[in-house]
């Protein structure tokens, strides 16, 4: 089982529909929960933090965590062709001085 | 400088080639990370520095990957004999001061993608 686990997708939504992403991480200890976007040839950018359970709102990003089923999920409002790219799941593993990575889930919004 | 600068940006080495990329950090940070990402793959933690401490190698996939970062700034991430199959992007970030792994901002430079032919 890997530590951090992410379908691949792609995810297709249509523009201005609800994106949901979806994170499962082994490490029950796990403290810190982190979504970051890499659109194609860029580097990860991080657009959401979470550390406790339940939800937390950016804007039109909403990360949600429930720690007793070991699941994070990004949800994004309003889709817009700009946010097509991979979302990247990172944990802190309980004990480590890193982050580690969920294999990423391709999004594409269609106009 | 204002972000994380890596180069070279592209690099084709011919298998058994020793190659060398550099990672310049945003000044003042003192954590470095080293992480390779395969084409599709998430990046995959190869190496932390705080300082010009090493204290995780953990992610090092073979003795053939060396990393250093002797004056606590500059890092360099060398691979000898280089293998097919250690093309991949090799990303660098660094966190800063008083925010370490607990913000999870780890800031990212564009990544060194290198090609073993």
């Known amino acids: 089982q890997k530590e951090v686990e992410q379908n691949s997708g792609p995810l297709s939504v249509p523009e201005g529909a609800i994106a949901s992403l979806n994170c499962t991480y082994s490490?029950?200890?796990?403290?810190?929960f982190f979504w970051y976007r890499q659109y194609s040839g860029k580097s990860p950018e991080l657009i959401m933090s979470?550390?406790?359970?339940g939800d937390k709102e950016d804007g039109r990003f909403t990360a949600q965590l429930n720690k007793a089923s070991q699941y994070v999920s990004l949800l994004i409002r309003d889709s817009q062709p700009s946010d097509s790219a991979t979302y990247l799941c990172a944990v802190n593993l309980r004990g480590y001085n890193k982050l580690i990575f969920g294999a990423g889930t391709r999004l594409a919004v269609h106009p | 400088g204002a972000g994380v600068s890596q180069s070279p940006r592209y690099k084709v080495a011919k298998r058994g080639q020793d190659v060398a990329l550099r990672c310049d950090p945003i000044?003042?940070?003192?954590?470095l990370f080293w992480y390779q990402q395969a084409l599709g793959q998430g990046p995959e933690f190869l190496t932390y520095?705080?300082?010009?401490?090493?204290?995780?190698k953990s992610g090092l996939p073979s003795d053939r990957f060396f990393a250093e970062r002797p004056e606590g700034s500059v890092s360099t991430l060398k691979i000898q004999r280089t293998q097919q199959e250690d093309s991949a992007v090799y990303l660098c970030?660094?966190?800063?001061?008083?925010?370490?792994?607990?913000?999870?901002?780890?800031?990212f430079g564009e990544g060194s993608r290198l090609t073993v032919l």
């Open positions: 979470i550390y406790s359970n």
């Open positions: 490490d029950r200890g796990s403290q810190s």
């Open positions: 970030a660094s966190s800063g001061l008083g925010q370490g792994l607990n913000t999870g901002e780890l800031f």
């Open positions: 000044s003042g940070h003192v954590s």
């Open positions: 520095f705080q300082n010009e401490a090493q204290l995780d």
